[in-house]
């Protein structure tokens, strides 16, 4: 049986855009607005990322969750105490989190794509691959499976 925790940062808002579209901004500003601490991995202190992230990697959360085995994020909110979650890995699994946690509200941030794409492409640059391997993917963000993304997920009601 999975461990229940009773925390104090019960899960509030859920951002299921995808980086490089505002979710530093709207980390800043939903912690602004009291909705704080925020999940993101920028933004974040680099001890609270470490420890949430490796959470991720020790469970095997992205293999997990790929495969449809149920993850339950009790624990993994309890860690990291945040309120609000948005950025990596989240965009690709925040249908799975809201499912544990229908409360919550979800904002979805968009940017339109070339500028995106080109945001991207710039950042990718830096990003060490740990972070494909936190998501469970060799490269989850290559422009056509991020334009298919965009265009396939349009009938959820979040066009």
């Known amino acids: ?3 229940q925790f009773d925390t104090k940062f019960p899960l509030e808002i859920i951002n299921a855009g ?9 980390a800043l500003a939903l912690d602004q607005l009291g909705f704080g601490p925020v999940w993101h991995l920028i933004t974040n202190s680099e001890e609270l990322t470490a420890r949430g992230s490796k959470w991720w ?4 959360v992205p293999h997990k969750l790929n495969t449809g085995i149920h993850v339950n994020f009790d624990e993994w909110l309890h860690l990291i105490q945040c309120k609000s979650i948005t950025d990596f890995p989240i965009v690709f699994y925040w249908d ?5 946690y229908p409360h919550a509200k979800v904002i979805v941030s968009m940017r339109e794509f070339d500028k995106w794409s080109k945001s991207y492409t710039n950042a990718l640059s830096h990003i060490d691959s740990t972070a494909f391997k936190l ?5 989850p963000f290559s422009a056509l499976s991020i334009k298919t993304w965009n265009f396939t ?3 959820d009601g979040f066009s």
């Not at 998501?135 to 490269?139: C, E, L, N, P, V």
């Open 135 to 139: 998501a469970g993917k060799s490269d």
């Open 96 to 100: 799975k989190i809201f499912a544990q």
């Open 18 to 26: 995808f980086y490089r579209g505002g979710t530093s901004s709207l």
């Open 153 to 155: 997920h349009r009938g």
């Open 57 to 60: 990697v020790e469970n095997d």
């Open 1 to 3: 049986m999975a461990a």
